[in-house]
């Protein structure tokens, strides 16, 4: 008997792949969803895919009403929705008018009560940036590079009454890069999550998915009012990997940050650093020592090796030249005269008194800073008289220092999509 050839062997190979495509795509059934999220990537890209594969997709709930346009020229209907529990009712009426097989929770910051759980008939997916039981909760990318973690990735799991708790269907391994930030490793784990949300809709369409029960023994949990100790202020008596490490943990780029910036504080003033460069030497002066000053870059001591400072900026945001911040803080020559100052600041602990005066430096790309400091005062009237300052980030803060003798840090987060006030003493 003749031995096929090798292209006859491809043929078949060739046939047998097309053919199990074909029954693969003949045994899919399309199914019937409504999805709550926000966000280009992942969230609009993963609706695409279900409009792509004919899934019939009753309505979009979103945080975010700018998303309303997007969805009408989809020819979706759109809910939007606010932070407070006020949107239950119009959430379930909304959900209630079809029945349906999925919900899909795609980063979405709205909690879902046991109520919207129950409407659809085969579960609530949700999308969580982490592996699950490890890193439930908020902002897991910052506490993953804190933590220096090796090893990151995403989840998909069925959502039950306990936050990101449910069992597992789906997840996505990934190495995180000794340079990461922030925001790049949520727009790696956002990337993931796309990327897999094809091969996960064929399964629940197949009813091929395999559910796994979390280990919750295992479990850790980030709330979103935990943020860094003292108000993002780190301290040059620290080696230098580990500035590098906080800062690029708190490195959110052009992504809405609710963690913090990275701070030091020099007397009176803070000053937010995005960047470090770390040298391959160490000058062997004590920490926080300015080794040396040129146009366009600060080099200071650490514990161990020196680091460069190419980049200032004040506590608004804008970018403060070099020069004039060596002239505004008196570091005219290679001494400990400056930011030596801020070398132990890392043990001063957030404290308020009643008749501290706070500046806040709020949100004000969308919201007019007269509304938003009507609303401030009246949520923080307990700390008196307070000053509105705007602020280039995508979040907002809240310092004050009284004297030198009574310092105080406060965290402040001030959501215009929502209204609310985040504090974290």
Known sequence: MTRPSRWQRQCVTNFSFMEQLHRRHHNSK???????????????ECIQILLDRDCKIYGFISLDNELRQWSVKQNIPFLGINYDRSSDRYLIEFLSQHSFDYLF???NYYLLN?????????????YHNSLLPRYAGCEVEHWAIANREKTHGITWHFMSKQVDAGDIIKQVFFEVSPIETAFSLNEKSDRAAVKSFSQLIDELATNRVSRVKQNLEERTYYAFSKRPPVGCVFSWNL???????????LT???????VGTPKIAIDNKFLIVPKI?????????????IVKIE????QIATQTNDVILTEI???????????????????????RSCFTRLAHCGGIAPKTRKNQSISICLQADRTPADELASYVKAELSVFGQIEIRQSKFKMCQLFFFKNLKCRSIIEFNFDCCSGRVYTKL
Do not use: M, W
């Open 30 to 44: 399309a199914f019937s969803c409504y999805v709550i999220g926000q966000e280009v990537l992942p969230c609009l």
């Open 105 to 107: 929770s795609i980063e």
């Open 114 to 126: 046991e109520d919207v759980l129950k409407l659809p008939r085969k579960g609530a997916v949700n």
């Open 239 to 249: 080696c230098a990997d580990e500035i590098d490490t906080f800062i690029r943990s």
């Open 252 to 258: 959110y780029s052009c992504n809405r940050n609710y």
């Open 277 to 289: 460069r770390i040298l391959n030497f160490k000058s062997g002066v004590p920490a926080g020592t």
């Open 295 to 298: 146009l366009k870059s600060i």
């Open 313 to 335: 900026l004040t506590i608004e945001g804008n970018k403060l030249p070099l020069t004039k911040a060596v002239s505004q803080f008196s570091c005219h020559r290679p001494d």
